[in-house]
């Protein structure tokens, strides 16, 4: 998938690209036998991602930290889907004791869970901690995912065992991936603000669930799990991600306007890698405009997703402790 099939929308090898909708890469889906986890769904792709799903017959559980916007999408969904089945929890994924609220609430619903989508994230942000004391960037889009995925992971091991149907986990990547800092991840500097960059900062990050989903897709395939896990880049997209950078990215957009999608082309790869028949049994790989893509060296690294796999336990092992 090239320049020209980016600006032209013309279809790859899976018969979509990059201008084809949530609603286009999902016609014929009947999802309604599967319970769906969006975080970061009040917003964005993120809500759209939720309506999509709805549509399609999903049960949907929208994880929002700010809860009344989180009810609004929820209404919006339903005003145009009077059958869709939508509920709203709390999760702050910047926050380890919320993250771990979550999935007990989660838990206490006594649903299945076949879909994971882990779309919630900051971008550009000034350097800040976590109330864990862990860059924000790097706790929200990277760690706060880690966890929430690893304390859900039983439950849908134990969903896809029982119905037989293939659980997905789809991490939001981005293309920003290749802009991280030396070495791919800080893991000396993780927090360090002298050497703080926000742009290669929301690299790092976006690296971190790629390499993140390559490191469970290979565990998972070594316990004979049916779940896959994939990462996927949902291209440029005007949202609420971007409220750091709002001046920046208009500027970008003028000269680049040709690059950007609409937020319905924005969901679309998230819901192909999550819903579409043709990626069953696919693991392990990052889709770019509904097409399997090569990330970068980095991402590609197999020894650099371990080390941030036991990096990112250490580092939730020391914040729970404290």
Known sequence: MGIFALVTGRPGPSGFGSASTAEQVTDGVDASNLTAIVTGGASGIGLETARVLALRGAHVIIAARNVEAAKEAKQLIL????????????????SIKSVRAFVGSFNALDLPLNLLINNAGVMFCPHRLSEDGIELQFATNHLGHFLLTNLLLEKMKNTARTTGVEGRIVNLSSIAHVHTYKDGIH?????????????????QSKLANILHANELSRRLQEEGVNITVNSVHPGLIMTPLMRHSALLMRTLKLFTFWFWKNVPQGAATTLYVALHPKVKGVTG????????????????DENLAKMLWDFSNKLIDGASKS
């Open 187 to 203: 893991f000396d500097k993780i927090n360090d603000r002298i050497s703080y960059n926000d742009k290669r900062a929301y690299g």
């Open 79 to 94: 005003k145009d889907n009077r059958s869709a089945r939508v509920d709203v929890l709390t999760l702050d994924l910047c």
């Open 285 to 300: 790989k990052y889709y770019v405009d509904c097409n399997e893509m090569k990330p970068s060296s980095y991402a590609r």
